[in-house]
């Protein structure tokens, strides 16, 4: 069984709506969970941590965590063709998943 | 600038060649790691230093080894590669603070490995 799961995409939006990254996890003990988001030919670059049961906000971006669920979502509002990327969810920081990849159209 | 600083950026080596990957970060943390990225597979992490101790090892094959000789270094050296080990090799690091909670991770720009 995989311990990170995401749906690899590719997930195309268009500019302006709302875009949702999802990740369900294993290990039901895990207590940090992290989104990441990696532009092609660079590395991973930290967006938003979440560590208690429920939304944290910042900016355009809303993470959502449900441990009981094991399940921690990315929302990002208004968005843009710069949030075209792959975005990596991570547990206890050294477990990621596969990645998805978001396509924001003009 | 990152803060973590991976060299070098590109490396073609054949298969029976030695060669070293460096990182260097300049966060002050006390955590570095090694991971793989292939295509289309989850980042493979393979080695965790903690306090320049070696704390995990994810059954890394041992032409894979790594080093650390202080905080701010990590070396990883390779030896007698195979094809299938072609792929990109990020350096992290982070602060440990002991806590079963932790720490987000700040990646170099990576060493791009294609082994002929």
């Known amino acids: 069984q995989k311990e990170v799961e995401q749906n690899s995409g590719p997930l195309s939006v268009p500019e302006g709506a709302i875009a949702s990254l999802n990740c369900t996890y294993s290990d039901r003990g895990s207590q940090s969970f992290f989104w990441y988001r990696q532009y092609s030919g660079k590395s991973p670059e930290l967006i938003m941590s979440?560590?208690?049961?429920g939304d944290k906000e910042d900016g355009r971006f809303t993470a959502q965590l449900n441990k009981a669920s094991q399940y921690v979502s990315l929302l990002i509002r208004d968005s843009q063709p710069s949030d075209s990327a792959t975005y990596l969810c991570a547990v206890n920081d050294m477990r990621f998943g596969a990645g998805t990849r978001l396509t924001v159209k003009p | 600038e990152t803060g973590v600083t991976q060299t070098p950026r590109h490396l073609v080596m054949g298969m029976t060649n030695k060669k070293s990957l460096k990182c260097e970060q300049h966060l002050g943390h006390n955590a570095m790691y090694w991971y793989k990225q292939s295509a289309k597979k989850p980042l493979e992490l393979m080695f965790v230093y903690s306090l320049e101790e070696r704390v995990e090892n994810n059954s890394v094959p041992s032409r894979f080894s790594p080093e650390c000789p202080n905080s701010s270094h990590l070396f990883l050296h390779l030896h007698t590669l195979q094809p299938e080990d072609s792929a990109l090799y990020l350096c992290?690091?982070?602060?440990?603070?002991?806590?079963?909670?932790?720490?987000?991770?700040?990646f170099g720009d990576g060493t791009r490995l294609s082994i002929l």
């Open positions: 992290a690091s982070s602060q440990d603070r002991g806590h079963r909670v932790n720490q987000p991770q700040h």
């Open positions: 979440i560590y208690s049961n």
